[in-house]
């Protein structure tokens, strides 16, 4: 099974999140939002020169910064 980073994620495309390399502190946060393990994350969009990127989790929408998605690693599914 290879992982991808959600930041390397294309728009539109989905993934199933299967670890959150993180800071505690920073995990405790992103699980607040609906980051956990095993649910699906779609990329809805990015804004250009690196910035942030539109996440969709469940029915919540979230902008994350390009390095805090490069913590997520997924599993992508289509």
Do not use: C, H, K
Request: charged share 25%; glycine share 10%.
């Amino acid at each position: 099974m290879e992982l991808t980073r959600l930041s390397d994620l294309a728009i539109g495309q989905y993934g199933i999140i299967e670890e959150i390399e993180a800071e505690e502190s920073f995990r405790w946060r992103l699980q607040a939002l609906g980051f956990r393990i095993g649910r699906e994350v779609r990329l809805i969009r990015q804004a250009l020169f690196g910035g942030p990127l539109q996440v969709q989790v469940g029915s919540i929408n979230v902008m994350l910064r390009r390095q805090d998605a490069a913590s997520i690693q997924l599993r992508a599914t289509g």
